[in-house]
């Protein structure tokens, strides 16, 4: 089974640039999650679906942030315009169901400078 | 607000060594307790999973231990190997509906030869 798949793996852009980073989950499941890791912060949510609904977007910094899921295979992450502290590594996730273990992709690393 | 705690954040053991990871959770309020495998440049490895009414789960040379009421987790790692090396993260989910799990900072770990 392939696992969660994340595109692109590294993107390197000028500040003010639009972002936007992809995610399959794995199939058949129904929650996906958006996380951000840094040195600084560690791992923190930004905004989770569950059967392409978001449920919590309260991680998501500011407006700059957006995440849509049209349908139950992808999903998007865009931050525009971006700033040079958004770089980070941005992981999808996903489960089946909210409660249960959660699988994550190889993390979208994203330099803005 | 939930907050999980783990120490030490670094530890260099000799190959054979048994050691244990900690982790500490603020809010015993948790539905499980989750163990992640971090090697760098990857995403994030689940190892175990440990359900609130559980004490511990074991997985080959990995036992994970829970003690919600004091808010504490351990993972114990046998006769350790230098392909153990890697971050070692405990993550928490609160015990309501639809909530997302809450990271450590995590445990990095390097066994030697």
């Known amino acids: 089974d392939a696992g969660v798949i994340q595109s692109p793996r590294h993107e390197v852009t000028e500040m003010g640039q639009e972002v936007t980073l992809r995610c399959k989950p794995i199939?058949?499941?129904?929650?996906l999650f958006w996380y951000r890791q840094t040195m600084m912060r560690g791992l923190e949510l930004l905004i989770y679906?569950?059967?392409?609904?978001?449920?919590?977007d309260s991680g998501m910094p500011e407006d700059r942030f957006s995440a849509k899921m049209p349908n139950a295979s992808f999903s998007t992450l865009k931050i525009q315009p971006s700033e040079p502290r958004d770089s980070a590594v941005y992981f999808c996730?996903?489960?089946?169901?909210?409660?249960?273990?959660?699988?994550f992709g190889e993390g979208s690393w994203l330099t803005v400078v | 607000k939930q907050e999980v705690t783990q120490i030490p954040a670094a530890l260099s053991v000799p190959e054979g060594e048994n050691l244990v990871l900690n982790c500490s959770f603020t809010?015993?309020?948790?539905?499980?307790l989750q163990w992640f495998r971090q090697d760098p440049g990857k995403g994030l490895t689940s190892l175990l999973l440990?359900?609130?009414?559980?004490r511990e789960q074991t997985s080959g040379r990995l036992n994970a231990s829970l003690d919600k009421s004091s808010g504490r987790s351990t993972l114990y790692i046998a006769a350790s190997q230098p392909g153990d090396s890697a971050t070692y993260l405990c993550?928490?989910?609160?015990?309501?509906?639809?909530?997302?799990?809450?990271f450590g900072k995590g445990t990095t770990l390097s066994v030697s030869s």
């Open positions: 679906f569950n059967n392409n609904v978001p449920i919590d």
């Open positions: 809010d015993s309020a948790i539905y499980n």
């Open positions: 199939s058949g499941h129904n929650s």
């Open positions: 996730a996903s489960s089946f169901e909210v409660r249960n273990t959660i699988y």
């Open positions: 440990i359900q609130s009414s559980q």
């Open positions: 993550a928490v989910r609160a015990n309501q509906a639809g909530t997302a799990l809450i």
